[in-house]
């Protein structure tokens, strides 16, 4: 945010705190660092960048306070007086209901009758202007300089134009639809927090007001209205609509209700002074649900343990008092009454944090905590983690990250049976308040976003995507006191285009096919469980093409992952030419030690190899017949891979397929004969116990 140097110096002495050199080192010092600094005209510029939890530093006040808190000088008094005023009393002229008093807590209101046409005085146009604030009208710039001079916004209506000339606070009806000040017609929400005359809406709360009762050149009378929003209900209706003021910006952040009288003389003020008129006698001052005082206390112990500094609290009491608040020394602490302006503040240590900012944070001591043995890996998961990270990285894939909101209904329906599989929960964990309306729940599986970030690379020419992505899915039902219970560690990777088995891989990368899929997953967790331990089941998900999708499982039956190639329509969706084979484990679910390292000597003696073709029934999965296979004990078996799997769509229901079985003996040169009867008894054991056809 910008703001004028000048303007600043109104209520604080800048050449005490050392110039526009010395404001800018202090300010940094708070917590507020100055950006940028620039000139416009004989005015000096400053771009400070504000936290979202400081909606109090919003102002120049705001900022003007913490320098003189931070260089110890004294704040100018108020200049919020109001002018003259006479004639009929305001509340002759109009009234104020509140229907939504927990949503509206405060809403005041003052009139000016008989203003004229005058433009707003040009010290106010020469500010608002340094600051980039466009100059309007003299009621509307007289808003605007208090909303950045104090931090409160407010609202000029036309009294006139006011049906009934009564403002009514409410909810808006269902169908109900408003034109705002930029032109633009909006179809309101019962969710939204409205300001009504007695026959329709004229003001979104907090965020811009309606067209039809704006001040314009002809008006005469204005009423002048500062209210206290909810920052939820702001939040939501602005994020929904898509609209950022200046006004929404501070009230989703928390105003200062007590701020309300004083931005409405200060604004009556600078009306008065350009365009005349006569302020009404008397404040509306409509009063919603009421606050708590907020209090809070700060220990000599808690102090120094988290400064690691000597303090006392004689200073702790003297910073706190130069930031607004209301210090009391009581024993070994120091009680405050909360300010207003401050809702950021409500326990002791951010008490400790207003003390440290005026202390210096350069003044902390440096140094790392004392510790009675070598660190170790705290968190055994996260060396899971970062296991797959590095696998996948050498394997030539490349990190993404993807926003955790979706709409669970549209993005991940597709892929519910998968989600049934890893055993998630049912119903998806939504966002009270999302940024987005048409993404409010939160993800359940990484799939989708990795198949967006494929899609945006295939989109800009990319002839080779192989992305991976480490995250936290909200899958589980979980305990609301306990939050993390709802989320799960998931691992995903994608692959489309040309893909390179092994970065030593001589010759040309082929195209991506689910054997290189599957083999990614096998690395990935060759370091807890050996490739030939995993169990394979098949996949039957919409996200995912039949017949080429499976679940991978430990030796125990727990699920580890699902791998498979991409259904048409997921890639339709998204626009997608390329085939793409997409892969997620279950981080949660991978053994929490590595698997133990064994080394056994070669045989110096040479293999011999059989091939077995045969024809096997569809239901019958090739993890079924390895373990079959395996299960039969065979004399000196070494090893059991499928060679070849044929399937003809004019033979429905048959499956062709080769296996190759390699014996090797430890001690001896084996004999042809031998290894054929070996042979001939799985033939046998297989076309009886598993159905297939030599």
Known sequence: MKFALSWIADFVDVEKAGGPDGVRRTLALAGLPVESVERAGADTILDIEITPNRPDAMSHRGIARDLAAMAALPMS??????????GASVDSLTSVTIEVPRLCRRFGARVLTGIGPAAAPER???????????????????TNYVLWEIGQP?????????????????????????????????????????????????????????????????????????????????????????????????????????????????????????????????LIDARGTPWKVRRAAVRLSRLRLLSGA?????????????????????????????PSFRPDVSAEDDLVEEVLRVWGYDRIPSRLPGSGKPGGQLEPRREVEESLADTAAA???????????????????????????????????????????????????????????????????????????????????GDPDDPGSFESRRFGFALAGSFRAHWSASGAAGRADFFDAKGLTERLLARWVAPEALAWKPLSCPAFTPGAAAVVCRPDGAVLGAVGLVASSERA?????????AGELLVDNVPPRAAGVHFAPYSVFPPIEADLSFVQPPAKAWSDIEAFVRSRGLADLESVRIVDRYERAEAAGKI????????????RTLEQEEV???????????GRDMGVVF
Not at 129 to 136: E, W, Y
Not at 162 to 191: H, N, Y
Not at 196 to 217: F, H, K, N, P, Q
Not at 573 to 581: A, D, H, Q, T, Y
Request: avoid cysteine; aromatic fraction near 4%; hydrophobic fraction near 45%.
């Open 124 to 142: 106010v146009r020469t500010r608002l202007a340094a600051i980039g604030a466009k100059s309007i009208a003299a009621a509307v710039d007289a």
């Open 77 to 86: 008094a108020s200049k919020g007086a109001a002018p003259p005023s006479s």
């Open 395 to 477: 394997a030539g894939l490349l990190e993404t990250m993807s926003a955790p909101f979706t709409d669970r209904a549209s993005e991940e329906s597709p892929f519910a049976p998968w989600l049934s599989e890893a055993g998630g929960a049912p119903t998806s964990l939504a966002v009270e308040a999302p940024l987005d309306e048409s993404r409010r729940d939160l993800r359940a599986t990484l799939l989708p976003g990795l198949l967006d970030a494929v899609a945006r690379n295939v989109h800009r020419g990319e002839a080779a995507v192989s992305l991976f992505e480490v995250g936290r899915v909200f899958d589980r039902k």
């Open 154 to 282: 407010l609202h000029a209506f036309d009294l006139d134009r006011l049906a009934g000339r009564r403002l009514i606070v409410r909810r808006a009806t269902k169908g109900e639809k408003l034109v705002t000040l930029d032109g633009v017609e909006r179809a309101l929400d019962p969710s939204d927090v409205v300001v009504a005359d007695a026959e329709r809406a004229v003001s979104l709360a907090g965020i811009m007001g309606g067209l039809a009762t704006a001040v314009t050149a002809a008006t005469k009378n204005v009423l002048l209205e500062a209210a206290w929003w909810d920052p939820a209900a702001i939040r939501r209706t602005a994020r929904r609509l898509g609209m950022h003021t200046d006004a929404s910006h501070r009230f989703e952040r928390g105003a200062d209700p007590e701020a309300i009288p004083e931005a409405l003389d200060r604004a009556a003020a600078i009306l008065a002074s350009s365009a005349g008129g006569v302020l009404a006698p008397g």
């Open 656 to 667: 062709k397929t080769t296996i190759r079985l390699t014996f090797r003996s430890a001690e």
């Open 573 to 581: 969706r998204r626009k997608l030419s390329e085939e793409v084979f």
């Open 676 to 686: 054929n009867r070996e042979v001939d008894k799985l033939r046998q054991a297989l």
């Open 310 to 338: 000597d303090l006392d609290l004689a200073f702790a009491a003297e910073a706190l008092e130069r930031l607004g608040f209301s210090p009391q020394r009581r024993g070994k602490r120091v009680a405050v009454t909360v």
